[in-house]
Nanobody
Framework: QVQLVESGGGSVQAGGSLRLSCAAFGYMYAMPKMAWFRQAPGKEREGVAMIDADGSTKYAESVKGRFTISKDNAKNTLYLQMNSLTPEDTGMYLC???????????????????WGQGTQVTVSS
C-alpha cells in the first residue's frame, strides 16, 4: 500500500518561497506518476504540477514560471519549490500518485489512486 506524507508547509509573506516535500512509502519499483494538488476553502481541488515516471513535467498556468516540481528517486521523495508566492496560492497542498498511464488531463483527481493528508500553505499580503 502506497503511503504519501507531505511536509514543508507554513506561513509566508507575499513574494516569499516555500519548498514542499512528499515522502513516498510502500512500493518497490519505479516511482509512479506524482502530482501536487491544492485546495483552498470553499474551492475545488486543483492540479498544480505533475511529474511523470520519465521526469517530464506539467504545470497549471497559474504557477508556471514560479513553481518547480522535482523528485529524488533514491529518496522516494517528491518536491515542490514555490517562489514568488501570492495570497492566491494559499491552500492545503496534497501529494498524489498513481502507477497507471495518466491522460492529457493530468490535473483531474480521477487519475490518482493515492493521496497524502496535505500540508497547509498560507500566504499573507
Amino acid at each position: 500500500q502506497v503511503q504519501l506524507v507531505e511536509s514543508g508547509g507554513g506561513s509566508v509573506q507575499a513574494g516569499g518561497s516555500l519548498r514542499l516535500s512528499c515522502a513516498a512509502f510502500g512500493y518497490m519499483y519505479a516511482m509512479p506518476k506524482m502530482a501536487w494538488f491544492r485546495q483552498a476553502p470553499g474551492k475545488e481541488r486543483e492540479g498544480v504540477a505533475m511529474i511523470d515516471a520519465d521526469g517530464s513535467t506539467k504545470y497549471a498556468e497559474s504557477v508556471k514560471g514560479r513553481f518547480t516540481i522535482s523528485k529524488d528517486n533514491a529518496k522516494n521523495t517528491l518536491y515542490l519549490q514555490m517562489n514568488s508566492l501570492t495570497p492566491e496560492d494559499t491552500g492545503m497542498y496534497l501529494c498524489a500518485a498513481d502507477f497507471r498511464r495518466i491522460g492529457a488531463d493530468w490535473y483531474a483527481k480521477r487519475w490518482y489512486s493515492y493521496w497524502g493528508q496535505g500540508t497547509q500553505v498560507t500566504v499573507s499580503s
